[in-house]
Nanobody, 115 residues
Framework: QVQLVESGGGLVQPGGSLRLSCVAS????????MGWFRQAPGKEREWVAG???????NYADSVKGRFTISRDSAKNTLYLQMNSLKPEDTAVYYC?????????WGQGTQVTVSS
């Protein structure tokens, strides 16, 4: 069973930055794709960013130009660098991996953007 463990969340002021990490229990190249999702209170979970096996990246319009998804295969880790954070970025952020139609989710890490 694949496990994903997120970290790096916290409280940050508007305009600040955070880097989220997601450590996988398997090689990240065993996955067809990985990505980040978020869920704000009272809202549905939404896709934020994704990266496929060959390294192609995609972003939601709401974070394009501010967030960067990356990975380190030696550490089996997926990252989300978040810059110019806004209060509306406040949410629980989840890491997701997909392999042969099976989806794996982490437990999430809280990001709060507030002054």
């Amino acid at each position: 069973q694949v496990q994903l463990v997120e970290s790096g969340g916290g409280l940050v002021q508007p305009g600040g930055s955070l880097r989220l990490s997601c450590v996988a229990s398997a090689s990240i190249f065993s996955f067809d794709a990985m990505g980040w999702f978020r869920q704000a209170p009272g809202k549905e979970r939404e896709w934020v960013a994704g990266i496929d096996r060959v390294g192609m990246r995609n972003y939601a319009d709401s974070v394009k130009g501010r967030f960067t998804i990356s990975r380190d295969s030696a550490k089996n880790t997926l990252y989300l660098q978040m810059n110019s954070l806004k209060p509306e970025d406040t949410a629980v952020y989840y890491c997701k991996a997909q392999s042969r139609g099976t989806q794996y989710w982490g437990q999430g890490t809280q990001v709060t953007v507030s002054s």
